[in-house]
């Protein structure tokens, strides 16, 4: 948290020197259309990655002018486009980027004082910025919406791979999963549901919710901000919580209820349109040995029927009983962390859950596992079934094994280069001006070839209106 402090109060030096230069004379950096990128905002930026400890190549003021010139480009088409984000998409990526910054410096007071003004003041700051990032992804993906790829496009992209240029792929496995967690009966939450009632009692008495928030709540997100989560739309939160927080209204202090992850209330902040700001205190039931217990009984009790009685089948049980939300509805089978997007069960040994692998290592193809108590990273524990359902050996990449993998790279070649054919068109219509300092610059460079009447950018004040 101290390094992190530092690092912060380093980049507002850099920025409140940025932003006293910039009230003298400020160079503009580049044009496009009838935008400018200030050099202000470039140092800025870079400061900002420098502050998050990151090792920077020489050129990266580059890399930075040029994604400000793609980030232009898109957000000037997009209004020609009418593509558009609302007021509430802005102000919840705000309120995200803000509870995040807020975690890390310990604290909305410790925050500010770094920041030398209000939260609010700044978020006004950096409001046109984010909501320029914002439409211009959007631009991006109204660019690449309708891009598909066909089986004869993936065969196509393969054979164009020279054969000694084919990727190779560590070894890989598919294994499936049925999770039972430890539940706890209503006399085993009753103890937490109390210590719930007795803190809102205390809030409805007076006393200072955000700080009893910091004092007790078991949210690790939120309690550092005295219970605030910001503004978010109703499909954010699970659903006991999302009906309690749009059924109040402003000022509103709910009662205590249950979630899976414990017992909560909470107090509407703010509404507006279909996004609500509330702040909640969380007590989190503590495991009992006996509910482990009743869960190890329940997952040999599964095993049997699976290995012994063979009257379920691996993925009808996974179904059914086991309490992984991620893999139940999926045969029970893993997905690739690194893939979910393609929701690819083949997982790269040297990717896999050490504890997965201890178990599975010894296991043969088709395998179940008897129940091991399974330990998650935040020190919860399940008892668990393993199934090694497929190996793969490491091995160049083919068709019959790797098409999942291959289809991804030929659509994302595809994407990148209707991208690119889009750019390079718009840059031939655009009009283009880069400052001398990075007009050397190769990534730079192609964008000043490309557009019409390409000229060397001059020194101005910073009264010019930034659009």
Known sequence: MRKFGLAILGLLLVISVSKAQQRSVDKIAGVVGS?????????????????????LPPNFKCEILQNQLTQKILAQQAVIDSVSVKDDEVDAELD????????????????????????????????????????????????????????????????????????????????????????????????????????????????????????????PGSAPQGGDLGFNERGTFVKEFSAMAFRLKAGELSPVFETDYGFHFLQVIERRGEQVHVRHILIMPQITQASVDRAKMKADSVYDLLTKNKKI????????????????????????????????????????DPQVALVTDTMKVGEISKPILYTAQDGKKSYRIFLLK??????????????????????????????????????????????????????????????????????????????
């Not at 905002?41 to 998050?52: N, T, V």
């Not at 309490?323 to 083949?346: E, F, H, I, P, W």
């Not at 994407?415 to 990534?443: H, L």
């Open 313 to 352: 089948d691996f993925s009808s049980a996974a179904a059914y009983y086991s309490d992984d939300k991620d893999t139940k509805y999926n045969g029970g089978m893993m997905l690739n962390a690194d893939n979910v997007q393609t929701r690819s069960t083949y997982i790269p040994t040297d990717k896999l």
């Open 35 to 55: 935008s400018i990128i200030l050099q202000s905002d470039i140092e800025q930026l870079y400061a900002q990655y420098l502050a998050q400890g990151a090792t």
């Open 96 to 219: 995200r980027r803000m509870r995040s910054m807020v975690q890390r410096a310990g604290g909305e007071e410790r925050l500010e004082q770094f920041l030398g003004r209000s939260i609010i003041q700044y978020k006004d700051e950096i409001r046109n910025e984010i909501r320029e990032s914002m439409v211009a992804d959007r631009m991006r993906g109204k660019i690449t919406e309708k891009i598909s790829v066909t089986p004869l496009d993936v065969k196509n992209y393969y054979d164009k791979i020279p054969k000694d240029s084919l990727p190779s792929f560590n070894k890989e496995v598919e294994v499936g999963v049925i999770s039972f967690n430890p539940t706890l009966n209503k006399e085993e939450k009753e103890m937490s549901k109390e210590k719930a009632e007795e803190l809102r009692a205390r809030v409805k008495k007076g006393e200072d919710f955000a700080t009893l928030a910091r004092l007790y709540s078991q949210d």
């Open 390 to 467: 497929s190996v793969t050996d490491a091995h160049k990449a083919n068709l019959a094994q790797d098409f999942p993998k291959i289809k991804d790279a030929a659509y994302n070649e595809k994407v990148n280069r209707t991208v690119s054919e889009w750019f390079e068109k718009k840059r031939k219509q655009t009009f283009i001006r880069v400052d001398p300092e990075y007009q050397g610059c190769a990534m730079v460079k192609r964008w000043m070839d490309s557009a019409p009447k390409a000229v060397a950018a001059t020194t101005t004040t910073t009264d010019t209106p930034k659009q």
